[in-house]
């Protein structure tokens, strides 16, 4: 680690006298010296070049300076898993098969089994939606706990114009949070509007296709041909307890119940499987990049069938963001080399470790890592 941290604070000072004046010079060499980075310019840029070539050194400094107590991650190579691997930035001790809360990360997981469906004739992604309710829909203000919440029945003419593949895209024209009773804040399919109640929406419609709740389908037809032993819903497993950004331990809200966009549990290698599958899976590949709409405010990116669409120069890139209070996750993937990295944080300073961490498997788009809802 000390090598390694030598190594980059050279690199960060030699790479730089080519656009430094003298007084700038030596500012930049005593930054060099404690090892932070100036926010612009060739500054920036050279301490990203020598901080992201190795993964656990630069897991390992996020950790300590953002006093996360675990964060694990996953390098998939080539299709493959590659490495798998926890650090810790306090007294508590992290290990690789620490079991998270991986909050919306929880989103491709489902959609890809509900691409399977699809593939399959099971379920049409541009029939309505209520096809599969003809019973209706019975929306929850607080799907996440058992018997709990207001129900209400969805009676709102535009509900019969949602599709799946609308609410896989974000552009069904549903509320992200919960709330009774549910009212539409856009037309469907009008424009790109992030909604977790459109992935619960999604769920009812699937368990009634499958004729089980969420956690055994996910079970039978995601976790267990997988071997994603270490992962499911509430309340079968455990996570490690969630922190502040300042390091207090937070007091998380009540999960119970399986929520496909929110309430997924799993490690850092189980997610690893998950994605080592899906980029050997090249039919569901192309139907995640099929039919992509802009996100707005955003240049550059745009929506797939569960994932989050960028570009690094040709490269095209999968990705998502994962925020439960006291946890934080983020993942990549390259479709075209098979390479990807997802992560792990017990914190909600966690997402500040991912641009780097990132940044040391694959390319780290400025669109994507200074997307709002990342910072929220």
């Known amino acids: 680690m000390q090598d390694f941290q030598a190594r980059g604070h050279a690199a960060f000072a030699d790479r730089c006298r080519s ?23 060739c500054a920036a840029r050279s301490f990203e070049d020598a901080v992201s070539d190795d993964p656990r050194a630069t897991a390992q400094m996020h950790a ?13 190579r080539d299709r493959q898993v590659q490495h798998v691997d926890a650090v810790s930035g306090c007294d ?33 992604l541009d029939a309505p939606v209520l096809r599969y309710l003809p019973g209706g829909y019975e929306h929850s203000s607080n799907p996440f706990v058992r018997s709990a919440g207001h129900l209400d029945r969805v009676d709102d003419p535009r509900l019969a114009r949602v599709t799946a593949r609308m609410l896989l895209q974000h552009t069904s024209g549903l509320p992200n949070l919960p709330r009774a009773p549910l009212v539409f804040e856009g037309e469907p399919g009008a424009a790109w509007r992030y909604s977790g109640e459109g992935y619960t929406l999604l769920q009812r419609a699937v368990e009634a296709i499958a ?13 267990g041909p997988l071997g994603m032993a270490s992962s499911g819903y509430p309340p079968d497993l455990h996570p490690v307890p969630g ?67 960028a570009n690094a120069g040709p490269r095209p890139l999968l990705w998502h963001w994962g925020s439960n209070p006291g946890f934080r996750s983020f993942v990549m993937a390259a479709p075209d080399t098979g390479d990807a990295i997802a992560l792990f944080t017990d914190s909600d300073g966690g997402m500040a470790a991912a641009h780097d961490l990132v940044r040391s498997v694959l390319p780290a788009p400025r669109e994507v890592f200074g997307f709002r809802m990342l910072h929220g």
């Not at 300590?64 to 998939?76: A, E, G």
């Open 19 to 41: 656009c430094a004046s003298p007084a700038r010079r030596h500012a930049l060499g005593t930054l060099a010296a404690t090892g932070l980075a100036l926010l612009g310019g």
């Open 64 to 76: 300590t300076r953002l006093h996360l107590c675990r964060l694990s991650f996953v390098v998939v």
């Open 92 to 124: 508590e001790s992290a290990a690789p098969g620490d079991v998270f809360q991986a909050a919306s990360l929880g989103k491709p997981v489902f959609a890809w089994a509900v691409l399977q469906l699809a593939a399959q004739g099971a379920l049409d």
């Open 211 to 223: 004729g089980a709740p969420l956690d055994r389908f996910m079970a039978a037809r995601v976790f």
């Open 243 to 309: 922190h502040h950004e300042d390091g207090r331990p937070l007091r998380p809200p009540r999960f119970d119940a399986p929520v496909a966009g929110t309430t997924l549990l799993t490690t850092a290698g189980d997610y690893g499987r998950f994605l080592a599958a899906l980029l050997n899976d090249e039919p569901t590949l192309r139907t995640i990049q099929s039919s992509p709409v802009p996100v707005p405010d955003a240049p550059g990116l745009a929506w797939g069938l569960g994932w989050g669409l």
